[in-house]
Nanobody, 115 residues
C-alpha cells in the first residue's frame, strides 16, 4: 500500500503561516490525486483542498484565498501552504492519495492556532 507521512504542523499565532508536507513512498506519485482533510476534536473529518495528477485544484470555501495546495512530483511530495491562519483552523490535518479505487491516508499532523 501507499505510505504517506505528513509533517510541518505545530503551534502558530492567529494571522501566521505554516506549510504542511505529505511525502509518499512506494508509488509513482505523479499519477495520483492528492487531497488534504482536517479533523477538529469532536468533529467529522472535512475536506480542505485537492490537487489532481494534472494539476487542477479545488478548495473548501472556508480556506479559499488563504490556503494553497501544490505538488512536486520529482520529490514525491505534496504541500499545503496555510496563510492568515485562524483559531478555527486548529485540527489534525491528514493527507490522502487516490488512484481510481485505491485510497491511502497518512497518520496526520497537528496544527494549533492560538488567538
Amino acid at each position: 500500500q501507499v505510505q504517506l507521512v505528513e509533517s510541518g504542523g505545530g503551534l502558530v499565532q492567529a494571522g501566521g503561516s505554516l506549510r504542511l508536507s505529505c511525502a509518499a513512498s512506494g508509488i509513482t506519485y505523479s499519477v495520483y490525486n492528492v487531497a488534504w482533510y482536517r479533523q477538529a476534536p469532536g468533529k467529522q473529518r472535512d475536506f480542505v483542498a485537492m490537487i489532481t495528477s494534472g494539476g487542477s485544484t479545488n478548495y473548501a470555501d472556508s480556506v479559499k484565498g488563504r490556503f494553497t495546495i501544490s505538488r512536486d512530483n520529482a520529490k514525491n511530495t505534496a504541500y499545503l501552504q496555510m496563510n492568515s491562519l485562524k483559531p478555527e483552523d486548529t485540527a489534525v490535518y491528514y493527507c490522502k492519495s487516490t488512484l481510481g479505487p485505491l485510497i491511502s491516508w497518512g497518520q496526520g499532523t497537528q496544527v494549533t492556532v492560538s488567538s
